[in-house]
């Protein structure tokens, strides 16, 4: 089998994608899923994202982990594949799909893509850190001399010890000036530090505002991939109008034989 894929990475976060609308690609395969995202024996990706047709919205997007299973929503993973829905010529300026977290919708702006997330109701705060899910989990920490922080080996132990076997998503972070943070993420699935997250920097953002440490409903995080942008709108209730914004670039396209 001849499977043709593209090659996407969003700050860093990379992904092979392909188009699914007929079916033909084996997504209850694993262990292919896992060596196409192999960096040694692959293309090399932190995961797999397909697109599918969907029955009322543009189309729906089934999200893998580098391990090969299916997972939790990716933020980056969302704008990659809306910037390849538009190179398919499925969407032009504008969508709205499905994801496994519900419906969202996105459109191009001067930063690349601007994505609407998932509303976020609870933050639960603690006197070490943040947990809140914004379409995956995530653990929120400030620390200093993040650029120093050994994240693989504490973003594991967090994993574990505090979240078991299902697991969380860990973000440090630390304050650069104003409105911008840095932020650097452990990511379960991977189970390695990624060059960004998407999902991570969005939960960062909402933490920060919920620590009374933002002054404003926006923020910069930079990551090790690049910046991204987080804007929301926030009131008693939780958090609404949630937006990631940030680049999509495809890499390349190519082919994977079988």
Known sequence: MKYPF?????????????????????????????LMCDRKFGVGADGLILLENHPSLDFEMLYYNADGNESSMC??????????????????????FQAIDGLHKASFNLEGVSLKMADVDTVSVSEKYAFLDTGSPHHVQLVNHLEEFDVFEQGKIIRHEIYGEEGANVNFVEQLSGDVYSVRTYERGVENETLSCGTGVTAVAIALHKMGLLGEYKVNLRTLGGTLKVKFDADDTGYSNVYLEGPATLVYKGVWEQ
């Open 6 to 34: 593209y090659k996407y990475q969003g700050t860093g976060n990379d992904f092979v994608i392909i188009d699914n609308r007929s079916q033909y690609f084996p997504k209850k395969d694993t262990k292919l899923i896992a």
């Open 75 to 96: 933020g980056n993973g969302g704008r990659c594949i809306v910037d390849f829905a538009k190179q398919l010529g499925v969407i032009e300026s504008v969508t709205a």
